[in-house]
T-cell receptor
């Protein structure tokens, strides 16, 4: 299993450009999430999905769109990039075991908006 | 709302020293508690977890006990190594919102030879 994969690893955008961050998992997990990591703030939830065709907003959704057409893929779209979206983005997937839910994280995408 | 508070870093220790990183939480009900570790340039990895009061999570010599009476989940290790240098995140989630992890701000640990 590859686990959770993210592409690209690094990206530089100009203000106003759009792009899609890709995330895929091969573990057949129901739940997938996008977080952003900023210095001194931990990780904050952007959007999440509880299954194919179902998405909802997290803590900081403005400026981002998501869709979940398959169980495996959960892309994050930046509609019109702004410098405030400079961050490291992590995708995660999770499943339920006896002890509750456990999230698996991808390696991250470092985005710089100039 | 739910929240996690961690001690601020960086924490700098000599090799073989004892480590404690404090974590306290605010949550309704009975959340699950986690410690994640992020090595330089990498994503987050689950280090250990506990799902109910008085549970002790342990892995790679690290331990943390779920203390409901003090709403704490402090991370400890008896003898740190240089390879333990990383950022450590305390987090919680509730069974009714498994997709949503709430993170502390992270504590950077630097271990010197």
């Amino acid at each position: 299993n590859a686990g959770v994969t993210q592409t690209p690893k690094f990206q530089v955008l100009k203000t106003g450009q759009s792009m899609t961050l890709q995330c895929a998992q091969d573990m057949n997990h129901e739940y997938m999430s996008w977080y952003r990591q900023d210095p001194g703030m931990g990780l904050r939830l952007i959007h999440y999905s509880v299954g194919a065709g179902i998405t909802d907003q997290g803590e900081v959704p403005n400026g981002y769109n998501v869709s979940r057409s398959t169980t495996e893929d959960f892309p994050l779209r930046l509609l019109s990039a702004a410098p405030s979206q400079t961050s490291v983005y992590f995708c995660a997937s999770s499943y339920r075991d006896r002890g509750g839910y456990e999230q698996y994280f991808g390696p991250g995408t470092r985005l710089t908006v100039t | 709302g739910d929240s996690v508070t961690q001690m601020e870093g960086p924490v700098t220790l000599s090799e073989e020293a004892f480590l404690t990183i404090n974590c306290t939480y605010t949550a309704t009900g009975y959340p699950s508690l986690f410690w994640y570790v992020q090595y330089p340039g990498e994503g987050l990895q689950l280090l250990l977890k506990a799902t109910k009061a008085d549970d002790k999570g342990s892995n790679k010599g690290f331990e943390a006990t779920y203390r409901k009476e003090t709403t704490s989940f402090h991370l400890e290790k008896g003898s740190v190594q240089v390879s333990d240098s990383a950022v450590y995140f305390c987090a919680l989630n509730r069974m009714d919102s498994s997709y949503k992890l709430i993170f502390g701000s992270g504590t950077r640990l630097l271990v010197r030879p």
